[in-house]
């Protein structure tokens, strides 16, 4: 990206109080190569035609945003994020919509998250509803990109990072907002299938009065070691302890984690209680919701390993659930430990883990009513 303006033409729309957005004339890819790489998109590995960038420095606010072609950043090698780490993101999705529209789910929690993990970094806060204006924005010009595949997706990444160039430990005075979007095919395109986890006894992921309730860049490199060390013993993820006394179960990499006690109707959920240490999961928030409209009890409340494990053994713990908005539900199959390995219900995914994974993608692709009002529209039919 440089600061050379191609032609461009002022929107309707600006991206915050007093700051125009400014939509470039963007290259595109011929439908012929758009429609390729959508009939197997992958995850993460093509990005769409545009982005949106936006620029702050301290005393002058937000500024020169724009929809502009997508394209590599220009950055001094002493940008601040390089070595002091004030990086931030999330993750949403668009959604193909059966009347032809596209729509984001519950994108106004995505950017109240984001302003949270601004703040815990000591960065500026973008402006929850200039977040929302940049995220419409990149879905509204490349909704050719959104596919319409069974479960198929457009993720979308706005990021935040210091960008000022200078060496010492301090905030920033610079930085970038951007936002990428790359469509996204089914997460189990050959059926949902459990994965097997691997207690991690060496690392921790997030300690009281850390990060670990944000989405800050430097969490996810601190895990990698230890799902080195997962895949390594033939598990597919980690699932991460406390910190304090490496007794209770806290997440899977990213996700949140869900444990249903006995079976059926009477069935309740369990999911570990937000203690700083988590990250607040909107699809976490999501399914308490929808599992209480079913009439299932939620409790938010520790789960040692102990309790999983014996749990397991006595078949009071029937199902185990990861989620998150890549995957949605992620069901575990299998744990392993330096303490013992335990199988989890019959290896299969659980009744009420499908039940609540159906339930939430018909909202999301419009397939049932949405009773909450979590489909947010962007873009009309074409």
Known sequence: MTDTLADSRTSSRSFSEGVPLVVEDVPRRSTTERTRLLEDPGFGRYFTDSMFVARYRTGEGWYDARLTAYGPLQMDPSAATLHYAQSIFEGLKAYAQPDGTVATFRPESNAARFTRSAARLAMPPVPEAAFLTAVDALVDADRDWVPTGPDQT????????????????????????????????????????????????????????????????????ASLLAQEQAIAAGCDQVVWLDAMEKRYVEEMGGMNLFFVLGSGADAELVTPELTGTLLPGITRDSLITVAREQGHPVTERKVSVDEWRSGVADGSITETFACGTAAVITPVGAVKARTGDFPVGTGEPGPLTMQLRTHLLDIQHGRVP?????????????
């Open 154 to 221: 457009l993720y979308l990444r706005p990021y935040e990072m210091a960008v000022e160039p200078f060496l010492g430990v301090r905030p920033a005075d610079e930085y970038l907002f951007i936002v990428i979007a790359s469509p996204a095919g089914a997460y189990f395109p050959r059926g949902v299938q459990p994965v097997t986890v691997y207690l991690s006894e060496d690392y921790i992921r997030a300690a009281p009065g850390g990060t670990g309730d944000v989405k800050c860049a430097g969490n996810y490199a």
């Open 370 to 382: 949405d009773r909450h009002g979590w489909l947010h529209r962007v873009a009309s039919a074409a």
